[in-house]
Each structure stands twice: as C-alpha cells, then as structure tokens.
C-alpha cells in the first residue's frame, strides 16, 4: 500500500513540475512575441532594400497596392501590408527579398 501511494505521489510532481515548465515556456515566447511586434519600424519606399523592392516587382505581386512597409529592429526582417480588390496580405521577406513567412489574409 505505501508503494502505491509514493508512485501516485511521485506521478503527481512529476505532472506538477511539468505543467509548470510548460508554463514557463508559453509566458518567454509570448514576451518574446510581443517584443518583435514593439520594433517594427515604418519604412520611407527610399529605405526599402533593393531585395525586397526587386520581390515586390514580380508577377506574383502584380495589382497589389503597398500599405506598407516596416523593419524589424531586432531580426532585420520587413513586413509588407499588400492590398487588392479589399482584400489585405501581410508577408515577410528578409533584406534580399525572399519570402519568410506565410501570409495572412484579411478581408476589409
């Protein structure tokens, strides 16, 4: 009976101690999250790599109009807000204009 007892015991910590943990990763990526949103920087188009300009030239961009643009102080990657037909895209590129990110769509 005591044996039982002490591994529902030691099952218990082990569960706590892991809830826990979990929890601590879950708070750093959301801080960690929140800090990139904070360093986006708007960029002027004069200030756009040559990179991402050149991507944004292509086919797959055609008819889509520039919201804008903006820098992240931290990672050096751009966000680009793309609008066409009320529908908005959001994507990511690094300083030479390759896509990093899914996009995400919103309908106005």
Do not use: C
């Not at 708070?27 to 944004?56: C, F, M």
């Not at 797959?60 to 807000?81: A, C, I, P, Q």
């Amino acid at each position: 009976m005591n044996k039982i007892m002490f591994s529902i015991l030691v099952l218990l910590g082990l569960a706590v101690t892991d809830a826990h943990g979990q929890s601590k990763q879950d708070t750093a990526r959301y801080h960690y999250k929140s800090r990139i949103k904070e360093n986006w920087v708007k960029v002027n188009s004069v200030d756009i790599p040559e990179g991402v300009q050149r991507t944004l030239r292509g086919s797959e961009y055609e008819g889509w109009t520039v919201l804008g643009v903006y820098r992240n102080d931290d990672s050096s990657e751009f966000k680009v807000e793309l609008t066409k037909s009320g529908e908005t895209k959001t994507y990511w590129f690094d300083l030479d204009g390759n896509r990093l990110h899914l996009h995400r769509k919103k309908s106005s």
